[in-house]
């Protein structure tokens, strides 16, 4: 009876029974994924703190929330310039149930970072990894406060990398680059709480969603990279981030086949507009100049121009290798500091 003897080892009949008595153990019950958001969960959640910021408008008192995650023992927390936007003061709730006052640090809003710092002390900090290591398709897990349902997680896949969003601060703008974006849900209150990966390792700041109407199970996060480091750095430090301004607008475009023969850039960015009397202008840039090099160092986009616009370029004198009508040439320009 060879088909029956199929059928009995297929649903285990010849292995013995569980007695109804008998509870699985934890690694039965869970399955692999379960057991990686659930130690993800026990690693990142104690760092997520559920954030409530007030601030003064026209003499009455607003009051937003959000969420940020501990990055030192000291209360240094991270979280996203949005959430504490105009405000002096606030709290910060942690799952142990400690309510601690915070000060606010320093915002960025043209990354959409903020620092603030906790009156208190041995917090358990976030272990921060480097998101350029992502692949699309692992897992996250989100953790964060969503319509004030506090140490909310959810899970999900990285959709997406090199996504970006343009801020805002002022009458400047910039591109936020090397944004990740993520299934996991995410909704109100979870900005500026924590993107971790399958280790436990904090690789974004949950930012930003689409809506009811436009998209579902589409969310963004600014990456822990070397570049968000030095403006998470900047912060604790300065309270500010300095950047240096060019004065062009541009974008991608392939360098020439000839061009790339001679100086071995296959692209760099084309100039669309310079700002008048901009740093840009005085060093005789124009519109349609394909940009290869500042500094010796490629450059194929607008993110490449600016991590190279840090504060250490401003009011250095600085080397552009530019193609122009055929020919390579060689410019001077001096950055300013960027007001916003």
Known sequence: M???????????????????????????????????????AELVGPSVADLRVYRRTGGRRH?????????TPDGFILTSAHVVEGADRGEATFSDG???????????????????????????PATLADASELKVGQLVVAIGNPLGFAGSVTAGVVSALGRSFATRAGAVTRLVEN??????????????????DSKGRLVGI????????TGQGLGLAVPINAATRRIVAALMTHGRVRRAYFGIVGGPRPAPPRVERETGRS????????????PADRAGLRSEDLILEVAGEPV????????LADGAAVERSLTLTV??????????????ELRT
């Not at 640090?105 to 208190?120: F, I, Y």
């Not at 944004?179 to 971790?196: E, F, K, R, Y």
């Not at 193609?323 to 300013?336: A, E, I």
């Open 323 to 336: 193609y122009r009508n055929g020919d390579l040439v060689t410019l001077q320009v001096t950055p300013t």
């Open 98 to 124: 400690r309510e601690l006052m915070l000060e606010i640090v320093g915002t960025d809003p043209l990354s959409d970072l903020a620092v603030v710092r906790a009156t208190g002390s041995e917090l358990l």
């Open 63 to 71: 009051e937003g929330s959000g969420s940020g995650v501990a990055i």
């Open 206 to 213: 949950n930012t930003a969603l689409v809506g009811p109407g």
């Open 267 to 278: 692209s760099g960015i084309e100039i669309v507009e310079v700002m008048p009397g901009s």
């Open 300 to 307: 194929g986009g607008m993110d490449d121009l600016q991590r």
């Open 179 to 196: 944004v990740i974006q993520t299934d996991a849900a995410l909704h109100p209150g979870n900005s500026g709480g924590a993107l971790a």
């Open 2 to 40: 060879p088909d029956l003897q199929w059928l009995e080892s297929f649903v285990g009949a010849d292995q013995p029974s569980r007695r109804s008595h008998e509870r699985p153990s934890e690694s039965e019950a869970l399955d692999a994924y379960s057991s990686i958001v659930v130690k993800v």
